[in-house]
C-alpha cells in the first residue's frame, strides 16, 4: 500500500490526478463532488479530518458505494478554547490595544464585562456542551437553540433551551456551533442580527455560510452590533473582505481546532476507520449517506 500527502487547497483536477488510483482519501475542506466521486472508480472510503461534512457531497458517495466517516468529538476542547479566546479578545479589544500599545500610544480602551452576561449558543452539542461548561466558570447565564438537543443534558449543563428569536434578544454574546447544510445556511441572516442587542457581539467558530456576511456587515457598519469575531467565512481562503475594515471585527483563518492534540486525535481517528473499512469491517464514526 502507498501514501501520498497533498496540499490542504488542492484544486480538484489536481486531486483527482494524483488520487485516480486510491482506495482511501482523508480529506480537509476540498470538495468531494460527484466529478471527484465518478473519476477515482477504487475508492472505498473518505474520512474527513474534522466534524462538518459540508465538503462531501453525500448523494454521489451514496451513488459511488464510497463509506464516509467524520471525528464527531476530537476537537472539541480546543474548538470550545478558540472559542472562548475570541470571546474575550473581542470584549476587551485586545487586537486594537495590542496594536495601539505597539505604535507608541498607551490605549485605555473600556471594554465589556463577561462575567455574569448571558451567552448564546446555537447547536449544543458536543462542541457546544464544551463552551457551556467554560462559561460556566464566568457565572455566565448560558441559553441554548438547538432542536436535536437531549433536555436532560441541557438541565445538567445549566443550560436553558430557548428558540432561536429568543435567543438572539437575549444574548450578550452569541455563539455558532452547528454544520453547514440547507437548513442552517445564513440562519443568521439581517433578520435575526436586527433582533440583537446593539451591544451584542457574535463568535463563529463553526462554519462561514451560517452568517450572512453581507447582512453581518451591514449591522457592524451601522454599529446596531457591537462586534463579531469569525474563525469561519462563506469562501475560503479569504483573501479580502469589506468585514477586514471594521474596527469592530476580529477575523482568523479557520484555526480553531489547530492544536497538536486535537490534530493528533483527528489523524489517528481518520486512519483507524480508512483502515476498517479496507478490512471490510465497520467504522467507529460512519456519516449517513442518503440516495
Same mark, same amino acid.
Given at each position: 500500500?502507498?501514501?501520498?500527502?497533498?496540499?490542504?487547497?488542492?484544486?480538484?483536477?489536481?486531486?483527482?490526478?494524483?488520487?485516480?488510483?486510491?482506495?482511501?482519501?482523508?480529506?480537509?475542506?476540498?470538495?468531494?463532488?460527484?466529478?471527484?466521486f465518478? $473519476?477515482?472508480?477504487?475508492?472505498?472510503?473518505v474520512?474527513?479530518?474534522?466534524?462538518?461534512?459540508?465538503?462531501?457531497?453525500?448523494?454521489?458517495?451514496?451513488?459511488?458505494?464510497v463509506?464516509?466517516?467524520?471525528?464527531?468529538?476530537?476537537?472539541?476542547h480546543?474548538?470550545?478554547?478558540?472559542?472562548?479566546?475570541?470571546?474575550l479578545?473581542?470584549?476587551? &479589544?485586545?487586537?486594537?490595544?495590542?496594536?495601539?500599545?505597539?505604535?507608541?500610544?498607551?490605549?485605555?480602551?473600556?471594554g465589556?464585562?463577561?462575567?455574569?452576561?448571558?451567552?448564546?449558543?446555537?447547536?449544543?452539542g458536543?462542541?457546544?456542551?464544551?463552551?457551556?461548561?467554560?462559561?460556566?466558570g464566568?457565572?455566565?447565564?448560558?441559553?441554548?437553540?438547538?432542536?436535536?438537543?437531549?433536555?436532560?443534558? $441541557?438541565?445538567?449543563?445549566?443550560?436553558?433551551?430557548?428558540?432561536?428569536?429568543?435567543?438572539?434578544?437575549?444574548?450578550?454574546?452569541?455563539?455558532?456551533?452547528?454544520?453547514?447544510?440547507?437548513?442552517?445556511?445564513?440562519l443568521?441572516?439581517?433578520?435575526r442580527?436586527?433582533?440583537?442587542?446593539?451591544?451584542?457581539?457574535?463568535?463563529?467558530?463553526?462554519?462561514?455560510?451560517?452568517?450572512?456576511?453581507?447582512?453581518?456587515?451591514?449591522?457592524?457598519? $451601522?454599529?446596531?452590533?457591537?462586534?463579531?469575531?469569525l474563525?469561519?467565512?462563506?469562501?475560503e481562503?479569504?483573501?479580502?473582505?469589506?468585514?477586514f475594515a471594521?474596527?469592530?471585527?476580529i477575523?482568523?483563518?479557520?484555526?480553531?481546532?489547530?492544536?497538536?492534540?486535537?490534530?493528533?486525535?483527528?489523524?489517528l481517528?481518520?486512519v483507524?476507520?480508512?483502515?476498517?473499512?479496507?478490512?471490510?469491517? &465497520?467504522?467507529?464514526?460512519?456519516?449517513?449517506?442518503?440516495r
Amino acid at each position: 500500500m502507498t501514501f501520498e500527502s497533498l496540499p490542504a487547497d488542492i484544486d480538484e483536477a489536481s486531486f483527482i490526478e494524483h488520487a485516480a488510483d486510491a482506495d482511501a482519501a482523508i480529506v480537509a475542506f476540498n470538495p468531494m463532488t460527484e466529478t471527484v466521486f465518478a $473519476a477515482l472508480p477504487n475508492l472505498k472510503v473518505v474520512a474527513k479530518h474534522g466534524v462538518g461534512v459540508d465538503n462531501i457531497d453525500l448523494a454521489a458517495a451514496a451513488r459511488h458505494d464510497v463509506r464516509i466517516t467524520n471525528v464527531p468529538a476530537a476537537n472539541r476542547h480546543a474548538v470550545a478554547d478558540f472559542t472562548f479566546a475570541l470571546l474575550l479578545s473581542l470584549a476587551r &479589544d485586545i487586537p486594537r490595544v495590542d496594536a495601539g500599545t505597539r505604535s507608541g500610544d498607551w490605549p485605555r480602551c473600556f471594554g465589556r464585562d463577561v462575567h455574569g452576561m448571558t451567552l448564546g449558543i446555537v447547536g449544543i452539542g458536543s462542541i457546544g456542551q464544551a463552551v457551556a461548561k467554560r462559561a460556566a466558570g464566568f457565572e455566565m447565564c448560558v441559553i441554548a437553540h438547538d432542536p436535536f438537543a437531549d433536555p436532560a443534558t $441541557a438541565v445538567t449543563l445549566g443550560v436553558e433551551l430557548v428558540d432561536l428569536d429568543t435567543l438572539c434578544r437575549e444574548a450578550d454574546f452569541l455563539t455558532l456551533h452547528v454544520g453547514l447544510s440547507e437548513q442552517t445556511r445564513h440562519l443568521i441572516d439581517a433578520k435575526r442580527l436586527a433582533l440583537m442587542k446593539p451591544t451584542a457581539m457574535l463568535i463563529n467558530a463553526a462554519r462561514g455560510g451560517i452568517v450572512d456576511e453581507q447582512a453581518l456587515f451591514d449591522a457592524l457598519e $451601522a454599529k446596531r452590533l457591537a462586534g463579531a469575531a469569525l474563525d469561519a467565512f462563506e469562501q475560503e481562503p479569504l483573501e479580502s473582505s469589506p468585514l477586514f475594515a471594521l474596527d469592530n471585527v476580529i477575523v482568523s483563518s479557520h484555526i480553531a481546532g489547530y492544536t497538536e492534540n486535537a490534530l493528533t486525535t483527528l489523524s489517528l481517528s481518520c486512519v483507524e476507520d480508512v483502515i476498517a473499512v479496507l478490512r471490510g469491517e &465497520d467504522p467507529h464514526h460512519p456519516v449517513a449517506l442518503t440516495r
